[in-house]
């Protein structure tokens, strides 16, 4: 029906959006039926409210702060620049437990490579003194090497 | 402050102005959702000089611009007018009535389809005109 089709065009687009030939259309439609006269002219106050509603939250953004967005996106960068010099600190305390863990085992290995074996060093100093076994002065008859007193000595 | 607690999350995809338009929008929407609508706007709820105004913009001198007494009662009309509506209308009817927002930029700012901002507008759009059909038909 010719009305619901106007009211249709009023609810589907802003007034502001309507085409020059569907306002024609309107217009000439409202002259004769009362009730979408009624709709075009309440939709024409909707619009007005609508926009006026706008133009002063609009007046009151200017009233806002301007450096509001410089100061954020200056937070921004600050806060991305000391994000490098805090990862490595922050990676230090994330593996912290790992680090204490591998130091405590270096200390115990190295406790147990130079403290343990502390026994052998007695037959280490006597091997560096005498360093031919009694089997091989005994045994060793190389008349090209001959062995002298103190070998034998030091043997027994 | 929302934004600025959220900074980590933006990513540099998109402008900062898109982000933060997305982070108030949705703010906005919530704050809407959580506020009690109020029932249909009707005459008796209207104050005298609100009267008069919908008696002096609704006759042949609309075409009049407003002066700025004027302007604070329709801004203020309109702000109740919209309380009735339900959240998501009431969003897509100020964005694209009262701001000359595109479908496709509300879609972008709000996340919705294309097919529901024009859903929502046109029940916005709707519920308003039926809303100041009657307070019109009212009027003494």
């Not at chain 1, 090497?145 to 103190?150: G, H, R």
């Not at chain 2, 009735?84 to 709000?110: H, I, N, Y």
């Not at chain 2, 901002?117 to 307070?135: I, S, W, Y």
Request: net charge negative.
């Amino acid at each position: 029906m010719k009305d619901n089709h106007i009211i249709d065009i009023l609810d589907n687009t802003p007034l502001a959006n309507i085409s020059a030939s569907e306002l024609r259309t309107i217009h000439a439609h409202i002259e004769a039926c009362a009730d979408c006269r009624r709709a075009f002219e309440a939709a024409q106050v909707s619009s007005l409210l609508l926009k006026e509603r706008a133009n002063e939250a609009a007046q009151n953004s200017l009233n806002a702060n301007p450096f509001f967005q410089t100061r954020v996106l200056a937070a921004w960068r600050e806060q991305q620049a000391s994000a490098g010099v805090w990862s490595f600190r922050r990676l230090w305390s994330a593996t912290g437990a790992i680090v204490a863990s591998m130091a405590a085992t270096t200390a115990a290995l190295a406790v147990l490579t130079f403290v343990a074996p502390a026994t052998n060093t007695t037959n280490q100093q006597t091997a560096a003194i005498v360093p031919y076994s009694d089997e091989s002065v005994v045994l060793d008859q190389d008349q090209n090497n001959q062995i002298t007193n103190d070998q034998v000595i030091s043997a027994i | 402050m929302k934004a600025f607690a959220q900074m980590k999350s933006f990513a540099g995809r998109g402008s900062m102005e898109g982000w933060l338009t997305r982070i108030a929008t949705n703010t906005c929407l919530n704050i809407l959702r959580a506020a009690k609508r109020r029932p249909e706007l009707v005459t008796s709820d209207l104050a005298e000089n609100e009267t008069e105004w919908l008696e002096r913009v609704s006759d042949s001198s609309r075409t009049k611009p407003l002066d700025a007494e004027q302007k604070v009662i329709a801004a203020d009309l309109a702000e109740r007018l919209l309380e009735t509506l339900p959240a998501e209308d009431r969003l897509a009817l100020t964005m694209m009535d009262g701001e000359g927002a595109s479908v496709l930029e509300v879609a972008e700012v709000t996340g919705w389809s294309e097919s529901k901002v024009k859903v929502r507008a046109f029940r916005a759009r709707q519920k308003a005109r039926e809303a100041l059909e009657k307070l019109l038909g009212h009027r003494g």
